[in-house]
């Protein structure tokens, strides 16, 4: 006999995680071909924050918001780190 699978799509979702640098964490339960700028906007407006002045880390490096979250590498569990831009740096006499 054959088993009767129903027709519905099962579309895994992932566990992920971003920290911010007060150390606070916001889960997402998201599809693995999400954008990530979806969960990025949605987390600058959960914590009051300009996207704009945003970036996200993973493993040291920035994230692409343009990519989705299997197309940047990330997996179930997986914590992105969200830091504020901050420009120059540099030394002056």
Same mark, same amino acid.
């Given at each position: 006999?054959?088993?009767?699978?129903?027709?519905?799509?099962?579309?895994?979702?992932?566990?992920?995680?971003? !920290?911010?640098?007060?150390?606070?964490? &916001? &889960?997402? #339960?998201?599809?693995?071909?999400? &954008?990530?700028?979806? &969960?990025?906007?949605? *987390?600058?407006?959960?914590? !009051?924050?300009? *996207?704009?002045?945003?970036?996200?880390? $993973?493993?040291?490096?920035?994230?692409?918001?343009?990519?989705?979250?299997?197309?940047?590498?990330?997996? #179930?569990?997986?914590?992105?780190?969200?830091?504020?831009? !901050?420009?120059?740096?540099? $030394?002056?006499?």
């Amino acid at each position: 006999m054959s088993e009767n699978k129903s027709p519905v799509d099962e579309t895994t979702t992932i566990e992920i995680h971003v !920290q911010s640098q007060d150390g606070s964490i &916001i &889960i997402f #339960n998201v599809s693995p071909d999400t &954008i990530t700028k979806k &969960i990025f906007k949605i *987390y600058c407006k959960k914590k !009051q924050m300009d *996207y704009k002045t945003v970036r996200f880390l $993973f493993d040291g490096k920035r994230v692409s918001p343009a990519k989705t979250i299997d197309e940047n590498g990330l997996k #179930n569990g997986d914590e992105i780190v969200a830091v504020l831009h !901050q420009d120059g740096g540099g $030394f002056t006499n």
